[in-house]
């Protein structure tokens, strides 16, 4: 962080993405058009618009200030990690078959998709809104902590998925940094964009299987389908 002087008062700067939290992040992606700069200056540093826009001594140091948040990070390309550390000495390792989950897990997620897909769409005027959206398949930033902390869940309670508790690994997800737990949200939402239109028919196809094991479990008759 770096400390600049903004109309008279200290104010605090993230010089990469290093520095960005999950919830900074995403505030960026619901707030940002992409286009206004004051505006990305004034979430990154706290302050407000106007005072901000009539500054006239930031010089080059405001451009510096926010000119990371046009490159992606490094992260973007770096690998999986193998383990993500939380607070207090907390470290869960990411299993070698990740993004394997539940049929809970998969409709947790695709729910919350779906809600952020139909409010972005209503919020949105114009297309530079969705810059840190991705687009297509309706993969945003702000699911990303969701996204993680629904898969993370089982693994840090060592209990079956519970929606509640994984909202409240979400809210310790949101405090840490974007580069910590971008890449496996990346993954896990880019997941449930490969389903598409198989969605249904794959969830289809687990629920029959799980039928079948329970049956076989039970020794109940065959179902012919």
Partial sequence: MVTLIVNSNKVKAPVGWHEITVELAQQIAREWDGQDRIKLFNILTGSEYAKVKADTELGSVFWNTIQFVY???????APMPKAIAFDRGKVITIPKNVGKQSIGQLIAVRKKM???Q?????????????????????????LLSYACAVYLQPLWSGNEFDEGEAENLEAVIRKMYITDIYHLGFFLLNQQLNIGRRWHVRLL?????AMHNVRKSRNWPKLIY
């Fill in 71 to 77: 490159f992606p990070s490094p992260v973007i390309n």
């Fill in 118 to 142: 139909a409010r972005i769409e209503s919020d949105m005027k114009d297309e530079t809104f969705s810059k840190f959206c991705f687009k297509k398949g309706f993969m945003f930033d702000e």
């Fill in 205 to 209: 196809l687990k629920i029959r299987l």
């Fill in 114 to 116: 779906e809600e952020v």
